[in-house]
């Protein structure tokens, strides 16, 4: 059983290192700042889960799983408030093309 945990914590780790080397890329090479923030946050944040899911496989001890969990819902609260923030931030100083918003609510504001 050992053998497979560590097999199935190294498929996880290789799998979360290639997503945020995904996300990496997707920084350098997408357009505009919707885009980028987009690669900045979706599969950056399943990136570190899946790291922190095979680190829990490979560690096993309860202080190490404690720790991962913490860091599993910190980065999972705050991903999401990081991108609301940069997409604002965004709007704001007119760097979005609005030509490429499906629906823009604060069209009025």
Do not use: C, N
């Not at 918003?101 to 069209?107: K, W």
Request: no cysteine; aromatic share 4%.
């Amino acid at each position: 059983m050992d053998s497979v945990a560590e097999w199935a914590g190294g498929v996880l780790l290789v799998a979360g290192a290639a997503l945020g080397l995904v996300a990496g890329i997707g920084l350098v090479r997408f357009p505009d700042v919707l885009d980028r923030m987009h690669a900045a946050t979706k599969p950056q944040v399943l990136g570190v889960l899946l790291l922190l899911a095979g680190l829990a496989l490979r560690l096993r001890t309860p202080s190490d799983l404690g720790m991962l969990a913490l860091v599993a819902i910190f980065q999972l609260s705050t991903a999401p408030v990081a991108a609301q923030m940069i997409g604002r931030a965004a709007y704001r100083s007119g760097r979005v093309d609005r030509t490429l918003l499906d629906a823009d609510e604060l069209a009025g504001r």
